[in-house]
């Protein structure tokens, strides 16, 4: 038992106990523990499948190409929100990317452990992360109030969705940051670069697979949320295309949520079918993240 | 502000430059675009504390006009909530309780679960198996909340809960909709608590070891109790997570605001509220409309101060090791 362990103290798990782990009462933990992994992982599988069994006779193409209708489900499309979501989830890309990684930059590379402005800021995100979401729509309808702005347009859903996620686009290009080997940044002062050259030139650039990780699962977060959206009033029966940053939108998650709460069987089939598309969407974008991840991961 | 840039960046790097030494060597060049995108750094960070005070502002002033109207006294002590109806109740009782119970349910699924699951993944799996399984179950998380919400009222409650344990629940219940929350919320604990488990030293593991400590005691008397800051952490964050969500129980526990008694009974939330009024159109400036906002602001205080909690162990924890 004891051998064992000068010889595994490099690999990651410790193997040293294994044989100590044939007594019935470590059997049962070891299996209440994988059952408990398995039942996640069985839960997960049980949900794509029955959504699918669900939501496949109406998944077609006049999901996509027709609005919705209040009186005939069976010819009722996504297509407003899918083109609302996609529109949306790129308006607040645009907001949400460029400041997420700037404050982080600061937080990261400029602010010392003293400044006390960035340790207030650093305690704003931590809790911005863990306010619920329906509240930042009450914040964006406020917002849109104040300047005058109709509520339910592209922009001040985007608004909603970019501030929900700029906490985890902030934490999480921190980390990737961090995680960007301190010789890159001696090595470019050394040679004269100033910190923002450096910054810019050096450490941005090595931390891009990490900040594109957190970016695109924010952006998945942001494409699956309803509840600050639904704040911005009239959003549930939308019949025509966005067109423009003042336009009004609806957005999958938000079609979803009123086709599913309707009583008739045929529109819960339709918001089954609905879910498949937007889990579609956003696995891929899960998937995207991971496999970047795992790729950048092993090859450093 | 360039000293700030200069002497605070590397330092702060690890040293790059003795701290003793003033910083002499200032460029001819005094580099005003590097001022001005230092500038535009800092304003992107403030950008955090603009949207806590824009929160509390676009919260506070609507429901200062609401407890205008209604006194805070039956705000929190009474117990019937009917704003909607002729005979109007302001209690806010029958949805924090509403909130309680599918939030106790959520937990009552997600802490032992994700605990588990976190355990095994930190002191069980093979870098193999976690580097597959630790994806797939953080993809729960991933999964939009509507789509638990049609979960919770198209599956869970009719066909598991109803149809296979014969439990007597209707279309809506906090049952279901707890159950599902606690589903979606298993990765938050999961997460990290693996992260509070894998970061305790493997020297106090050899120790165990060494003194003749199987896995599972070493797991349940040395690891646990080592990460225990970081698992508190986890758990509650997750209790925020369950507080704050709402489209699983604006979706899944119903629309009835009272004080719920049993897990099969439908109730309202917070949240579920909420997302209820916001879909009926109430004019901006009214009761109804503040009624709203004084719902938020309570839920606001709520999750402020579990996150802060949250915050503190977090910052424990990782002072630790």
């Known amino acids: 038992m004891a051998t064992t362990t000068a010889e595994s103290a490099s690999t990651a798990p410790l193997q040293a106990a294994a044989h100590g782990d044939r007594d019935s009462r470590s059997l049962v933990f070891l299996g209440l523990l994988w059952g408990s992994l398995a039942f996640g992982i069985f839960a997960l599988g049980v949900l794509l499948v029955n959504t699918f069994i669900e939501g496949s006779g109406r998944l077609d193409l006049m999901l996509f190409v027709n609005y919705t209708s209040q009186l005939f489900p069976g010819k009722a499309g996504a297509r407003a929100a899918i083109l609302g979501s996609l529109m949306v989830i790129v308006v607040t890309a645009l907001l949400a990317v460029p400041l997420g990684v700037a404050a982080a930059s600061y937080l990261e590379e400029f602010a010392s452990r003293e400044n006390r402005f960035a340790r207030f800021v650093e305690l704003n995100v931590q809790n911005l992360a863990a306010v619920p979401a329906i509240i930042y729509g009450m914040l964006a309808a406020g917002l849109a109030v104040t300047v005058g702005l109709p509520r339910n347009t592209v922009l001040v859903g985007a608004i909603a969705l970019a501030l929900l996620i700029l906490p985890v686009i902030i934490v999480s290009t921190r980390e990737a940051l961090r995680a960007v080997p301190r010789e890159i940044r001696q090595g470019s002062l050394a040679l004269g670069a100033t910190p923002m050259q450096t910054l810019t030139r050096q450490t941005l650039p090595a931390a891009i697979p990490g900040i594109a990780t957190g970016t695109i699962l924010a952006l998945s977060r942001a494409m699956g949320e309803a509840a600050p959206l639904l704040l911005l009033g009239g959003l549930v029966f939308v019949t025509y295309d966005p067109n423009g940053l003042l336009s009004g939108f609806t957005t999958m998650p938000i079609q979803i949520f009123d086709w599913a709460g309707r009583s008739q069987i045929a529109f819960r089939e339709l918001a089954a079918a609905a879910s498949m598309v937007l889990l579609v969407l956003v696995l891929a974008m899960n998937a995207v993240a991971i496999i970047i991840r795992n790729k950048f991961t092993t090859s450093r | ?321």
């Open chain 2, 1 to 321: 502000m360039s000293t700030t840039m200069q002497s605070a960046g590397p330092s702060r790097q690890g040293g790059l430059r003795p701290s003793s030494a003033p910083v002499t060597l200032r460029s001819a060049n005094p580099r005003y675009g590097e001022k001005v995108l230092l500038g535009f750094l800092m304003l992107a960070a403030a950008v955090s504390i603009l949207t806590t005070v824009g929160i509390v502002l676009s919260l506070i002033f609507p429901a200062i006009a609401f407890f205008r109207e209604v006194s805070i006294g039956e705000f929190l002590t009474s117990t019937s909530w009917t704003p909607r109806f002729a005979d109007k109740n302001y209690g806010v009782l029958p949805l924090i309780t509403g909130t309680a119970w599918t939030t106790a349910i959520a937990l009552a699924v997600a802490i032992p679960l994700g605990l588990g699951a976190a355990i095994y993944l930190s002191e069980y799996a093979t870098p193999r198996v976690r580097k597959i399984f630790k994806p797939v179950l953080e993809l729960l998380a991933g999964v939009p909340s509507v789509v638990y919400g049609l979960f919770a009222v198209a599956f869970v409650g009719p066909v598991i809960l109803k149809g296979w344990f014969g439990i007597g629940v209707g279309t809506y219940s906090v049952l279901a909709a707890g159950l599902v929350l606690g589903i979606m919320i298993i990765p938050t604990v999961a997460s990290l608590a693996e992260d509070a488990m894998t970061a305790v030293p493997r020297s106090l593991r050899e120790a165990s070891y060494g003194l003749g400590s199987n896995r599972m005691r070493t797991v349940l008397r040395v690891v646990f109790p080592a990460a225990i800051s970081g698992i508190a952490a986890s758990i509650v964050l997750a209790l925020s997570r369950a507080v704050g969500e709402t489209m699983i129980v604006a979706m899944g526990a119903g629309s009835q605001a009272r004080m719920v008694a049993a897990p099969t009974e439908e109730g309202q939330t917070m949240t579920g509220f909420i997302a209820a009024a916001a879909l009926g159109d109430s004019v901006q400036g009214t009761t109804d409309y503040n009624t709203l906002f004084a719902v938020g602001l309570t839920l606001f205080v709520i999750t402020l101060l579990i996150n802060l909690v949250s915050i503190k162990l977090v910052n424990r924890f990782r002072e630790v090791y």
